[in-house]
């Protein structure tokens, strides 16, 4: 929702130029959305939906930040210093979320190297088959 906000106030803006960044993190953010929702992160294993989430939430706070002051520095008009001050709002709030994604994406990790070698050979060790 933030996104979009900041899409529209840079619509309105003299700062047009900067609509797009707002625009694709808004995309991004339906797409995982309905990923999400409608269980797709079940269904393809091989893409690793939480680094997808890690790295739109690392982009999206840099991109913010950046967009945030030269809006506010460069523009005087309103609609700028409104999607100026919203982008930094969003900074904050994709900094958040980075954060508890990256918390998210090191259980993630974990979790698949549970599989490591060592603990395969054991099993291998004490299985009884003899596959000879």
Known sequence: VLSFIIFIC?????????????????????????????????KFK?????????????TAAIIYFAISIAAVSKYSDG????????????????ATDFYITFNDLVAFLKQGSSDSPEERKSEDEESDSDSD
């Open 10 to 42: 840079y619509i309105a803006s003299l700062a047009g130029s900067f609509m797009m960044a707002p625009l694709l993190e808004f995309l991004l953010a339906v797409f995982l959305f309905f990923a999400y929702a409608s269980k797709l992160n079940e």
């Open 79 to 94: 609609a700028s210093k409104a999607a100026g001050v919203f982008g930094f709002i969003a900074t904050i709030v994709y």
């Open 46 to 58: 091989g893409l690793y939906w939480p680094l997808t989430d890690f790295l739109r939430c690392v």
